[in-house]
C-alpha cells in the first residue's frame, strides 16, 4: 500500500512559478508510474503529467505542454511537478497519483492518491 502526500501549493500571480512535491512510502517508489492530475473547482479531475516507472517517459497535457515540468527522484522517494507561466486556468488542487504499469491519462487507472494541494493563480 502506497501513501502520497503533496505539499508545496499556495496562491501565486499569474505568470508565476511554482514547484509541487509529493512524497511517497509503504512501497519501492521505482516501480510506479507517478502522475499529477488537477481538479478545479466544479469540474472533472483532469490529467496533467505522467513519469514512467521505467525508461524516464513523460507524458503531458496539452494545456501545459511547455509549461510544466514533471520529475522524480527515486533515491527521495518524490515527485515533482515545475509549473512555469501560470496561468488563472491553472487554478485547481493537484494530485499525485501512482500505478504499477505504463503512462496512463486516465484517473480511473491509477491505484493510488494523495489528498491534494491547493494551488491559486491570480490576475
Known amino acids: 500500500q502506497v501513501q502520497l502526500v503533496e505539499s508545496g501549493g499556495g496562491p501565486v500571480q499569474a505568470g508565476d512559478s511554482l514547484r509541487v512535491s509529493c512524497v511517497a512510502s509503504g512501497g519501492t517508489f521505482s516501480r510506479y508510474t507517478m502522475a499529477w492530475f488537477r481538479q478545479a473547482a466544479g469540474k472533472e479531475r483532469e490529467f496533467v503529467a505522467a513519469?514512467?516507472?521505467?525508461?524516464?517517459?513523460?507524458i503531458y497535457a496539452d494545456s501545459v505542454k511547455g509549461r510544466f515540468t514533471i520529475s522524480r527522484e527515486n533515491a527521495k522517494n518524490t515527485v515533482y511537478l515545475q509549473m512555469n507561466s501560470l496561468k488563472p486556468e491553472d487554478t485547481a488542487v493537484y494530485y499525485c497519483?501512482?500505478?504499477?504499469?505504463?503512462?496512463?491519462?486516465?484517473?480511473?487507472?491509477?491505484?493510488?492518491w494523495g489528498q491534494g494541494t491547493q494551488v491559486t493563480v491570480s490576475n
Open positions: 513519469f514512467s516507472r521505467t525508461g524516464g517517459s513523460t
Open positions: 497519483a501512482a500505478r504499477l504499469l505504463l503512462l496512463s491519462t486516465k484517473a480511473s487507472e491509477y491505484n493510488y
